[in-house]
């Protein structure tokens, strides 16, 4: 499969991780729309609200960059769009987040399970298509080494 020279050799081309990444980017993205009650939507305190926003934001960029031939930016936001919800589900369940304790504890909410199975699943997506398989290793190089 063809990569283009911005891709770079590190990148898969596989379609089908490509559209398993676009899917989840924009799943992420609405799943975040709809826990802050659309759009432009509600979530306090504002620094929540920002960075939801920002996420959803991103989630979009990263999907569109999926179907260019920026494909590796796309992923590498998509680590991102995937791991930066993680992150802000366990603080927000766990301790706690500065002005933001309505979640504590609240580790069983159908959304947010939902939202950290397609996160999870952008992540290896992500990771799996960022990740060099032997092959291409083997063959950059050699590139390098001019055989």
């Known amino acids: 499969?063809?990569?283009?020279?911005?891709?770079?050799?590190?990148?898969?081309s596989n379609p089908m991780l490509r559209v398993v990444g676009l899917v989840g980017c924009l799943a992420v993205t609405a799943i975040h729309v709809i826990d802050q009650g659309g759009i432009p939507g509600s979530k306090d305190p504002g620094y929540i609200q920002a960075l939801y926003y920002l996420l959803e934001i991103v989630g979009v960029v990263a999907a569109?960059?999926?179907l260019t031939r920026y494909a590796r930016s796309g992923w590498l936001l998509?680590?991102?769009?995937?791991?930066g919800p993680v992150v802000g589900y366990v603080l927000s369940r766990g301790p706690g987040l500065p002005h933001y304790t309505d979640d504590i504890g609240n580790w069983g909410e159908p959304l947010g399970i939902i939202s950290l199975l397609v996160e999870g699943i952008l992540l290896i997506a992500a990771t799996t298509s960022l990740l060099p398989a032997p092959?291409?290793?083997?063959q950059v190089t050699q590139s390098v080494q001019g055989t």
Request: charged residues 10%.
């Open 78 to 83: 998509s680590l991102g769009v995937a791991a």
């Open 135 to 138: 092959n291409r290793m083997q």
């Open 64 to 66: 569109a960059l999926l």
């Open 1 to 12: 499969m063809a990569r283009s020279i911005t891709d770079g050799p590190m990148v898969s």
